[in-house]
């Protein structure tokens, strides 16, 4: 069993809290940072990881690029996020590229590229603490508890997250719809696509709308992704995509997604 962390947010804490303020006064202040404290807090918090989930299992670390395919469906993807990163951000990622596997794959955050592996090579464990995580089947750790994911769920969460929106991520789902109302939505009338463009034709949006917020919200698995073009296959579901009728039922999910 692999560990795939989550890195970015690590490194970035890390070298955050290596930062110091120098005041000359007259206008005039210099942040600095000793890159030795950032390095030492990352290592310290990858060994706390790997002692919880298997002192012996390999750990390897993924990192987003700093170009967005998500940016192209919607150019104010995560725009507010835009500050600079810490002092010593890259460095520290320099440095662990000599003593860890580290992943990362042009326009692909580190969710997708982690997303990709655990659906590639199933029988590792995830370990992030963003709650879009929960779209990709199997292992979860996010730095509280572990989850087992099993496909549907992952599923479900997909379209949980396309009506309800991310206002971190800066997509807006549904308007006055969360998380608690989707899931209400979908177990009164199943978790499919239509319940999906019902709900957002509802507010007086169309399904472009709905398929837009679709692809923001995705987590990319091994079948969203081309290999030889090193670029994501767009999520198109077809009319029918539907994983339960509700209430409880389960049938096979039909038409997932259209070829």
Known sequence: MKILCDADFIVYKACAAAESEVDFGNDVILVTSHFSDAYNATKRELTKLQNKLGAFADII??????ENFRKKILPDYKGH???KKPCGYKRVINALKKEYKVILKPTLEADDAMGIYATKYPGNIIASPDKDM???PGKLYNFEETFTIDPDEGAKWHLIQTMAGDQTDGYSG???I???RAESLFKEKGYSWKTVVDAFEDKGYTQ???LANARLARILT???YDFTKKEPKLWTPS???RIDDGAGSTNEVAGRQAE
């Open 239 to 241: 009319s029918n995509y």
């Open 81 to 83: 996020r835009n500050r």
């Open 134 to 136: 929960r779209q990709i």
């Open 178 to 180: 969360g998380v608690k």
């Open 61 to 66: 670390l993924f990192f987003s690029d700093s």
């Open 208 to 210: 472009v709308t709905a």
């Open 222 to 224: 091994v079948d969203d």
């Open 174 to 176: 549904v308007p006055g």
